[in-house]
C-alpha cells in the first residue's frame, strides 16, 4: 500500500514577518512587488498593496497622517528595499528605528500631596501677579479649590485660615493672602468623597435594596 506524503507548510518554519498584523498573504504581496521589473506597473501594484493594507488596518484612520504611516509599513515589509513611485519619500531604517523623545518627568517632590502638583503650579502663576482686585478674585477661587480638595481626603472640617496659611506656606511666602478675604460657607449637607466612593456607596445601596426586594418576594 503507498503511503501518500505531502509537504506541511508550517508558519513556524517560514520567516519572521516584519509587521504581523498584516498577515502573510500580504507580505507576500509585497514581496512580489520586487520582482516586477516595469517601474510603472511596479508602482501601480504598490499603491494597490496600501490600499489592501488600509482596508485590512481600519483603526489606522483614527492616526494623523495615516496614508504616509501605511506607506512606511510598506517599505518595512520591503525590508526598505523597494523603488517605487510613492505620494512620500521613502523612509529609512535609521529615520524609523529612532526612539521617542522623552516626555520630561518633573521630579521636584510634591509639598502637599492632597492638593496635588496642578496647586503649586497655579500658585506660581500667581506669584507674579500685580496685587489688586484680579489677585485676590484669582486668589479667593483657588482657596476654594483647595478647601474643596482638602475636605475630599481629610473627613474633618478645615478653617478658612488653614487653607490661607498653605497657600502661603506653598508658595514660600511669595503670595500673601489679602486681609479680611472670606470664603463662601459651605451647607451642612455639602459632602466630598474621594473619586470612585460615590460611585461604590451607590452600588452598596443598590444591592441592600435588591436584597431586601428578593426577602418580601420569598416570604
Known amino acids: 500500500m503507498m503511503e501518500n506524503t505531502f509537504e506541511k507548510d508550517y508558519n513556524t518554519v517560514k520567516p519572521k514577518l516584519a509587521l504581523p498584523e498584516y498577515g502573510r498573504n500580504v ?3 509585497v514581496d512580489s512587488l520586487k520582482t516586477i521589473e516595469d517601474r510603472e506597473k511596479r508602482s501601480q501594484q504598490a499603491r494597490a498593496v496600501v490600499k489592501v493594507m ?4 481600519p483603526g489606522v484612520h483614527l492616526q494623523e497622517d495615516y496614508e504616509r504611516k501605511l506607506w512606511d509599513h510598506l ?4 525590508d526598505f528595499d523597494l523603488d517605487v513611485d510613492a505620494p512620500f519619500p521613502a523612509p529609512t531604517r535609521e529615520s524609523l528605528s529612532q526612539k521617542p523623545v522623552p516626555v520630561p518627568v518633573n521630579k521636584k ?4 500631596t492632597h492638593y ?6 497655579i500658585i506660581d502663576l500667581i506669584a507674579p501677579m500685580e496685587d489688586g482686585e484680579t489677585k485676590t478674585y484669582v486668589i ?3 482657596a476654594i479649590y483647595m478647601r474643596q480638595q482638602y ?8 478653617a478658612d485660615e488653614t487653607i490661607f496659611a ?3 506656606k506653598l508658595s514660600d511666602g511669595r503670595v500673601k493672602v489679602p486681609e479680611g478675604l472670606q470664603l463662601s460657607k459651605l451647607s451642612g449637607d455639602v459632602s466630598f468623597s474621594r473619586p470612585g466612593v460615590i460611585n461604590g456607596q451607590q452600588r452598596n445601596k443598590n444591592r441592600n435594596r435588591q436584597r431586601q426586594k428578593n426577602q418580601r418576594k420569598n416570604k
Open 140 to 142: 479667593r477661587n483657588l
Open 166 to 168: 498653605d497657600i502661603e
Open 151 to 158: 475636605l475630599i481626603w481629610n473627613k474633618d472640617s478645615v
Open 54 to 57: 488600509e482596508i485590512l488596518n
Open 75 to 78: 517599505y518595512i515589509m520591503a
Open 27 to 29: 507580505q507576500t504581496m
Open 109 to 112: 517632590p510634591v509639598k502637599a
Open 116 to 121: 496635588g502638583r496642578n496647586i503649586e503650579s
